[in-house]
T-cell receptor, first 115, second 113 residues
């Protein structure tokens, strides 16, 4: 089965700084997504990472705060910009391997703490 | 606003019993339904997908779908302590929604010895 990795696995950052999270898959995927999971809560979709074009953001999330790149079929990055303590969360990438089935598989997540 | 509703639990069952987890959804256009298991401190793991009305069995897990009632459930037979986790129901965004999934808040399952 395919391996989905994320870097870093965790980080502690200061208010006002930015962090870029990487998601790497060892095989080509059709879709890549970025989610946030705040403590004790469910998953909230941030955006769909589109290969070679701008990401599609969900309501409440904007490109200036969460810029996303997807240069190819196996890699994407999410940047959390100008961080505040409210951005403390687990950030997860997910991927779809087969078009049309909507089955998403998650990376291990990045635990971010903003002080 | 598309919604996916689950009881938060915790649902406690004795070892060896059947655990029944339930989920309702609001979008009648949804076509794909998923159950994820999430252990504390870990990312969600896909355990079942179901696309048609009726039952789908995989080992000790059975997913049940009733589109008319907008209801999907997960049965876990012969529950084991290792099944203790939070179970997330996820539903696709229906017609025109693309590949997006909406997740419920999850049901915490505790399997007691």
């Amino acid at each position: 089965s395919a391996v989905i990795s994320q870097k870093p696995s965790r980080d502690i950052c200061q208010r006002g700084t930015s962090l870029t999270i990487q998601c790497q898959v060892d095989s080509q995927v059709t879709m890549m997504f970025w989610y946030r999971q705040q403590p004790g809560q469910s998953l909230t979709l941030i955006a769909t990472a589109n290969q070679g074009s701008e990401a599609t953001y969900e309501s409440g999330f904007v490109i200036d705060k969460f810029p996303i790149s997807r240069p190819n079929l196996t890699f994407s990055t999410l940047t959390v910009s100008n961080m505040s303590p409210e951005d403390s969360s687990i950030y997860l990438c997910s991927v779809e391997f087969l078009a049309g089935e909507n089955e998403q598989y998650f990376g291990p997540g990045t635990r971010l703490t903003v002080t | 606003q598309k919604e996916v509703e689950q009881n938060s639990g915790p649902l406690s069952v004795p070892e060896g019993a059947i655990a029944s987890l339930n989920c309702t959804y609001s979008d009648r256009g949804s076509q794909s339904f998923f159950w994820y298991r999430q252990y504390s401190g870990k990312s969600p793991e896909l355990i079942m997908s179901i696309y048609s009305n009726g039952d789908k069995e995989d080992g000790r897990f059975t997913a049940q779908l009733n589109k008319a009632s907008q209801y999907v459930s997960l049965l876990i037979r012969d529950s084991q302590p290792s099944d203790s986790a939070t179970y997330l129901c996820a539903v696709d965004s229906g017609w025109g929604g693309g590949n997006k999934l909406t997740f419920g808040t999850g049901t915490q399952l505790k399997v007691e010895l």
